[in-house]
């Protein structure tokens, strides 16, 4: 919810509405490449090891990238999502 909120409140007003329908069909296609990946290596024979082992280096690569693009945005703007509020609050 919060990866959200971040990705829609830079949008414009009129723009959140299309802004989260990206976010969200995004969200599903990759996890719907993400299982056809996992399922072509087993298929392939590469072992139920080797795919869990490509799922949790995908998972720390994504939240590495995430704490990374979070961490240089300017947190004392005001919040969209919640008025009166900052990101600080």
């Not at 909120?5 to 993400?34: C, N, P, Q």
């Not at 298929?43 to 869990?52: C, E, F, I, K, V």
């Not at 799922?55 to 008025?83: E, H, K």
Request: glycine share 14%; aromatic share 4%.
């Amino acid at each position: 919810m919060a990866l959200t909120g971040e990705s829609v409140g830079i949008a414009a007003e009129e723009d959140r509405g299309t802004v989260s329908a990206l976010f969200e069909s995004m969200s599903h296609v990759g996890g719907g490449v993400a299982v056809a990946v996992y399922l072509t290596m087993l298929d392939a024979g590469a072992g139920y090891r080797a795919a869990r082992l490509l799922g949790a280096v995908s998972v720390a690569l994504g939240a590495v990238l995430v704490c990374l693009l979070l961490s240089g945005r300017d947190r004392g703007r005001p919040n969209p999502v919640l008025p009166g509020r900052t990101h600080r609050d």
